[in-house]
Structure formats: C-alpha cells, structure tokens
C-alpha cells in the first residue's frame, strides 16, 4: 500500500472524472483543525455502494495548499502528505511520506509510530483519510485574571523592584506535526475536530507559562513596559515553556504572541517614580536643579503666607542654616571631575589576592605557580614572615592563626661575615659577629 504523486492541484478535477474512486477536501473552515475525509466517486465507477472505510486500488487524493493528510489502517497511520498535489493510491506499492516542508522531524515520528500490517496481499477493511488545517490558527485571545510577578532591574543603581503585571493580547499556533496531533489529541475523529475542543487546554496551558517566561525576560533587562514592542523575546520565552507539551507531544507550534498592553497597580507605579526621582537626585547637578525649582516654589508659596512675604522667606533662610542643601555648593559638585567607582569587594569574602611573580616568569594569584607548579614565595620583612591572614610572625607558627610557616622560606646569612643566626628563617636585627644589619640582601638565593 503507498500513494504515488500523480499530477498538480491543477488536474485534479480530471482525475476526479477518470480515476473510480476520489477524496478531496475542498476548504477547511478557519475553526476546523481536522476533517475526516469522504469518497466521492468518478463517473467510471461501479463502486456506488462502497463503503467510506475500504479504499479501491486506483483511488484518488488530492491535498490542496494549507493542508495535510494522513492514511489511517486499522488504526495505524500508514501514509502522509503535506505537500499540495495529487495522489494515486496502489496497494502494490510501499508506503510512502510526501513532506518536504516538515523535514527529518515528521519523518521520524511517522517511522516511529507506523507498523506495518500484512494481510497476505489483501486491502485492510478499515482505511480513514483525514485532512489537517495546517495554516496559522490565528485569534487567541488572552488576558491575566491575576497579576503576574514581574522583576525590574536597574543595574546602573543596583536596585530591583518585584511587581504585579497585568497583560492581554493575542497568540496563534499552527500544526507542526499531524501524525503526534492525530495520535495524541484528535484521534479516531467521526467527521471533524474543531479548535473549540482545545481552546480552553491552550489557553490555561499559555497563561500558566508566562511567570517563568516574564522571570526569564526581566533577568535579560527588558522593563515591563517594553513587553508591547518586544514580541520576539516574548515569543521566545513562552516558547520555552510550552515546548515540552505543546510541540512535543501535541505535534503543535506557537507561531505569533502579540502582547497588546502590560500595566501595574498604582501602587507599584508610585513606588517605582518615587524611586526614579530619587535617583535622579543622585547626581549632583540634577539635585541642584531639583532645589532650585523647589526653592522657586517656596518663594511663591511665601509671597500667598497670610502673615507676609517676610515670614515665608525667613522660614527658608532658617531652613538652610539648620542643615538644609545649597544649590550653589551643588553646582559646583557637578563641575567637579567624577571619580570612577571603584569595585567593591565581595561582603563576607576574603580580599582579593595579590598577584606575584614566580621564577620561571609567569605571574599568579594563587599559592602555586600553574607554570612550574612552584609555591608562591613566603613574604618577608624586617620583623619576620607574613602569614596568609596578613600577621607578622618570627617563629614557625602564625600568632593569630596558628598556620605553620611555609617550607622552602628563604634563609638568612650575613653578607659580611657569613655568620648564620640560629633560627636563619628568623635573624636578629643586627649579626652577632660584625654587628651588620640583616636586610633582604642577607636571603640565600
């Protein structure tokens, strides 16, 4: 059994006429994902009390652009097409996948779901030819009853605010696999599968994606209010979440997400301008202008003070000798040369370790060289070693931690005289032999 590509669309009324037995599905209603497909019969057919189930050798198919058929055999998918053109069925032939839109994916699936039956030669008695809808399933729409966490990052202020998204707009989705749509949601269909039966399942199954999908899209820096024109990300996001049900197992795809607005509570809002203000402030030239225009404000509240002008700028002057800002000495901040911000670091942690030279050249943070595999060198000064923890000792234990000095610490030795101290990792001050002062010059190299 397999289906052999005849001819274009083009021709299929002429078939239609020469060939006993034919199927067709003329138009598929925007609404219908799938219609179960019925024999019409040409005008050389004796056939004219066949049943709909049993296909004649010889018969007809014809898939028209935007739609895809599959050929069910005792409940088992034995042929595919999705690509438009006309079909001769032969029970002679192997089956046969005609697809060349859906690539190795489709091909996969059909392999994996078809088994082939053997009837010694003979056409099984119960054959289906269903059509698929597979344009844009366009008009879904939705909208958050309740409202969606949402994470505004200010990076450049190191601050985040958590808030409520409320947000409606519009999706659509196409079939991307018909054998995992048939075999997993519409099944054995009588006549024919409207998108209604799905709907409610989509939307809920949308909506639920979007928490995780709004927390993946605010950690990328997107603001809530950019979420309208940024269909892309959104897509992408949703995507990711509703793969996993949506394309694996149901054979659909999201195609489109259109969010037509994204709002939150008053309350956030203030709280949000409350904070940019504040911010703005940060800069001390935005903070002079602030106080300039404040400072006008209060003159013109002054001059309406029912107890005279006088009063009210006696108040401002009070104000300002009391500790208020000055915008003047504001100013002249802001044409100061700003510092760069130096990195602050890590609370908790210990400080970053200091780079150091080993002897085969290589410079290293760590306590051995990735170069020769060489310790990094002990520290020493006048007083003695350093430990890690940044205490000065003379013996072979750090006071403050306990740690053992390192071995392989460089040895002391006058280089006047060469008297060797008897601790030569802790030398005196001065060599007991000529009184030279012990300096680094004194280290064995």
Not at 212 to 226: K, L, T
Not at 362 to 370: D, I, L
């Amino acid at each position: 059994m397999g289906l052999i590509k005849a001819a274009l669309v083009g021709a299929s009324q002429t078939l239609a006429d020469s060939w006993l037995e034919f199927f067709v599905c003329e138009s598929i209603p925007t609404d219908c994902l799938v219609v179960r497909g019925k024999k019409q019969l040409g005008k050389h057919s004796s056939n004219t009390k066949g049943n709909d189930n049993v296909i004649t050798d010889g018969s007809g198919i014809v898939v028209h652009e935007g739609q895809a058929m599959i050929m069910v055999d005792q409940g088992v998918v034995t042929e595919i097409a999705t690509e438009p053109g006309v079909y001769k069925y032969e029970t002679g032939t192997a089956p046969s996948i005609f697809s060349s839109t859906f690539g190795a994916g489709l091909k996969a699936t059909f392999k994996e779901m078809w088994e082939r039956i053997k009837y010694g030669g003979s056409a099984a008695k119960d054959q289906r030819v269903y059509f698929f809808n597979m344009k844009e399933i366009l008009d879904n729409k939705f909208g958050t009853q309740n409202p969606v966490p949402f994470r505004m990052t200010y990076q450049d202020l190191g601050r985040s605010f958590t808030v409520g998204v409320r947000c409606n707009g519009i999706y659509s989705y196409k079939i991307a696999d018909p054998v995992l749509f048939y075999v997993n949601v519409c099944g054995n269909v009588t006549d024919r599968y409207m998108r209604s039966e799905l709907d409610n399942q989509l939307k809920s199954e949308f909506l639920d994606s979007l928490q995780p999908a709004f927390a993946a899209i605010s950690a990328s820096g997107i603001r809530y209010d950019e979420l309208p024109g940024r269909q892309r990300e959104v897509k992408a996001a949703i995507e990711t979440e509703v793969n996993p049900i949506w394309n694996e197992k149901r054979g659909l795809k999201i195609w489109t997400v259109n969010i037509n607005s994204a709002t939150i509570s008053e309350e956030d809002t203030k709280r949000i301008q409350e904070f940019e203000d504040r911010a703005w402030n940060r800069d001390p030239g935005n903070a002079a202008a602030t106080l300039v225009e404040a400072q006008a404000q209060a003159m013109q509240n002054a001059a309406n003070n029912p107890n005279g002008a006088a009063m009210g700028l006696f108040g401002m002057g009070m104000a300002q000798q009391m500790g208020g800002a000055n915008a003047q000495g504001l100013f002249g901040m802001a044409q100061q040369p700003q510092q760069p911000v130096q990195p602050t670091p890590p609370t908790g942690g210990a400080p970053a370790a200091e780079s150091w030279k080993c002897e085969c050249g290589a410079t290293n943070t760590g306590k051995f060289c990735p170069t020769c595999g060489k310790p990094k060198p002990v520290q020493l000064t006048a007083d003695g070693w350093v430990c890690e923890c940044g205490a000065v000792n003379k013996g072979k234990f750090c006071s403050e931690c306990g740690k053992k000095k390192p071995e392989g610490a460089p040895l002391y030795k006058c280089d006047k005289c060469g008297w060797e101290p008897e601790d030569p990792f802790n030398p005196p001050k001065f060599c007991a032999e000529c009184g030279d002062p012990f300096t680094d010059d004194d280290i064995v190299k």
